[in-house]
């Protein structure tokens, strides 16, 4: 098995996994319960990580790759409320004065 991505976000790392998974590729989170031992050991030792085979493994980096880009480079556009006329901020789907759902946003 072969590391694609550490990080100690265990919530973003289950979402990598899943990810993968619905392209195909088998992962897993590894060192999940290793951050006990952080101090005691070198921080590569105990940092979770995802990992696939090594087959998939240049595979599975485009993929994390392209979630990590996309995370990043989302740009986040304000909308008019069609029914109250009411500015809403972009990381918002639903407006704040009169709770319309905005199916379209984020």
Known sequence: MKTVYASFDTIFLGYLVGLLQSEGIEAEIRNI??????????????????????????????????????????ELVAWLCPQCRQEVEGQFSQCWQCGYVNEGAV
């Open 33 to 74: 319960y290793a951050a006990g031992g952080f101090g005691e050991l070198p921080p590569t030792d105990v940092t979770p990580e995802v990992c696939v085979a090594e087959s998939q493994h240049a595979r599975a980096q485009q993929i994390v790759d392209m979630a990590l880009k996309s995370d990043s480079d989302v």
